[in-house]
């Protein structure tokens, strides 16, 4: 296969892990004699920096022609002022809208070898096994916003919060087919007791799974409530699909499931191209830029790793090359090595690009050892 991969690395870590999100799939092109051509480009603060703009025309249109994007994270506090008009999020919210990137996919499975890692019982993380679908480009994040200051000098601030049947629908009937190749089971998560928004959401969800899915088992249930079971019974969960906001807060709560934000992948999906073999996703992990560990050589690059083997599975089509790499990582887990983030007090860990090497390694038969610190 013939491939065109837009990396941008962005802020803080970004750099760091996006390297070794590069390193495995030029593994992967040469164990299956693919051709990849990877093509950078800049977002979030640095294009800031260097343009004035978090998501310059350069980098969009690259983005439109490449056919996957791999990212690795955006800001920092040199950028962090809330009252700035320009920010570095912008420029992946940006992206997101103009991709048509509608579906959030965040699959959180709690690797053997790291259920230590976890601040949870271990006998509550054996098997545990889902995936949360994430609306993207509605809701809360994209909603209209203002801010007014009042004769006595107090203010008023508002987000708006807006779902179309539309958004919900297209984010269900996706979570819905993951959930059908999966256990078919899907548990759509809301707040219907308070929020219109949520009501819609709920008829919709139920509609479609009536229709189109009678063979997927549906639940309700209210965000609070699940907030809450993730950590009682995370085992229970199938697939998840719920709003914007909702996902991003239940997604990191989840990460502790997996003992560590940085083992999480993350693929953002649009519709598939009529007729075409790729479809449009961005990748990247769900960690943010760590700027407190930039350039150290301490970040966790599995993450990306991770996204790099969604990338291939579901943008690019190639399920035994994603299937080839996850194991690459179990491999190398399973040996002992650590980053830092993973390693308990006093066990040896391996810095960023020696974990990446060690996996790209695993994966083209190699049996170098990566060196620990």
Not at 20 to 38: P, S
Not at 263 to 290: F, K
Request: charged share 25%; proline share 6%; net charge negative.
């Amino acid at each position: 296969m013939d491939a065109t991969i837009a990396v941008l690395a962005g802020d803080g870590i970004g750099p760091e892990v996006a390297a070794e999100g590069v390193r495995v799939l030029r593994a992967v092109a040469e164990r299956w004699g693919h051709r990849f051509e990877f093509r950078e480009a800049l977002v979030g603060g640095c294009a800031i920096d260097a343009t004035g703009s978090p998501l310059p025309d350069d980098t969009l249109a690259l983005c439109r022609e490449a056919d996957v994007v791999l990212l690795g994270a955006v800001g920092g506090p040199k950028w962090d002022d809330p009252q700035a008009k320009v920010r570095p999020e912008q420029g992946l919210l940006g992206l997101r809208r103009a991709l048509g990137l509608f579906a959030n996919l965040r699959p959180v499975a709690v690797r053997e070898a790291l259920i230590g890692a976890s601040p949870l019982r271990p006998e509550l993380l054996r098997g545990v096994d889902l995936l949360v679908v994430r609306e993207l480009t509605g809701g809360i994040y994209f909603g209209d916003k203002s801010r007014e200051k009042r004769d006595d000098g107090s203010e008023r601030a508002t987000d708006l919060c807006a779902y179309e049947t539309l958004e919900v629908e297209r984010v269900v009937r996706a979570a819905a087919a993951f959930a059908r190749a999966r256990r078919g089971r899907l548990t759509s998560v809301d707040k219907a007791n308070v929020l219109e928004t949520s009501r819609l959401w709920r008829a919709v969800a139920s509609r479609v799974l009536a229709e189109e899915f009678p063979d997927v088992a549906l639940e309700h249930m209210l965000v609070d409530a699940c907030a809450m079971h993730l950590l009682r019974r995370p085992g229970d969960f199938d697939v998840i699909v719920t709003e914007n906001m909702f996902g991003d807060i239940l997604t990191d709560e989840a990460s502790m499931l997996a003992g560590s934000m940085g083992v999480l992948p993350s693929a953002s999906l649009g519709a598939p191209r009529p007729g075409a073999v790729t479809q449009p996703g961005l990748y990247e992990p769900i960690h943010g830029s760590a700027p407190d560990i930039a350039r150290q050589g301490v970040a966790n690059p599995l993450g990306t790793i991770l996204s790099a083997a969604l990338l291939l599975r579901h943008s690019l089509a190639l399920p035994a090359e994603a299937s080839a790499l996850e194991a690459a990582v179990d491999h190398v887990l399973a040996r002992g090595l650590r980053t830092r983030d993973l390693a308990e007090p006093g066990q040896p860990w391996v810095r960023t690009e020696e974990m990446g090497r060690a996996v790209a390694e695993a994966l083209v038969g190699a049996r170098e050892d990566a060196r620990v610190v």
